[in-house]
């Protein structure tokens, strides 16, 4: 199982990103996936949710309204759009694959939001 | 929203010790809680699920146990790989939420 996550960067305060997470190694349609975010030298925050054939969709509060989660399961890939990015979105952003508990995650990608 | 509060925060303890860290849960999650352990640079790994069973390749000293809103980690014989952050982490919703974490240090 391998996710890789790339996209991460730096933006200014109210601009937008989007991050990707090619994945390999399992039936990528048969999952549900999370994005999981952790700011320097914080605790983990998780960010949203999609089930396998992206009928439902869940976000933290603290980004309801400004990200979206998508899925691609004919490419095996994970997307999180980020608009109005904000200073405190500063973190890695994880890829992580979970019904339930998440049994595997990618090695993240940082987004760094500063002018 | 679900609130997961952990305790302690930070736990200092030395090898060979039982170490036990503790998560609540704002309102009941039934069983539907995990634990991983974090090392500094890394990804979170996967350690128990569903409250108390023990992912496949962990070691046997790592238990779980709770239900409701109250549940527990422990570590029975602390080893030198074991000095980590660990979190908790229920899955009652769609909704997902962390606890902020248990940092075992030396």
């Known amino acids: 199982v391998q996710l890789v996550e790339s996209g991460g960067g730096l933006v200014q305060p109210g601009g937008s990103l989007r991050l990707s997470c090619a994945t390999s190694?399992?039936?990528?349609?048969?999952?549900?996936m999370n994005w999981v975010r952790q700011a320097p030298g914080k605790g983990l925050e998780w960010v949203s949710f999609i089930t396998t054939n992206s009928g439902l969709k869940s976000y933290a509060s603290s980004v309801k309204g400004r990200f979206t989660i998508s899925r691609d399961n004919a490419q095996n890939s994970l997307y999180l759009q980020m608009n109005s990015l904000r200073a405190e979105d500063t973190a890695v952003y994880f890829c992580?694959?979970?019904?339930?508990?998440?049994?595997?995650w990618g090695q993240g990608t940082l987004v760094t939001v500063s002018s | 929203d679900i609130q997961m509060t952990q305790s302690p925060s930070t736990l200092s303890a030395s090898v060979g010790d039982r170490v036990t860290i503790t998560c609540r849960a704002s309102q009941s999650i039934s069983r539907w809680l995990a634990w991983y352990q974090q090392k500094p640079g890394k990804a979170p790994k996967l350690l128990i699920f569903?409250?108390?069973n023990l992912e496949s390749g962990v070691s046997l000293r790592f238990n779980g146990s709770g239900s409701g809103t109250e549940f527990t980690l422990t570590i029975s014989s602390l080893q030198p790989d074991d000095f980590a952050t660990y979190y908790c982490?229920?899955?009652?919703?769609?909704?997902?939420?962390f606890g902020g974490g248990t940092k075992v240090e030396i």
């Open positions: 190694g399992f039936t990528f349609s048969t999952y549900n």
């Open positions: 992580a694959r979970g019904d339930t508990a998440i049994d595997y």
């Open positions: 569903t409250a108390s």
């Open positions: 982490q229920q899955y009652n919703s769609y909704s997902r939420t």
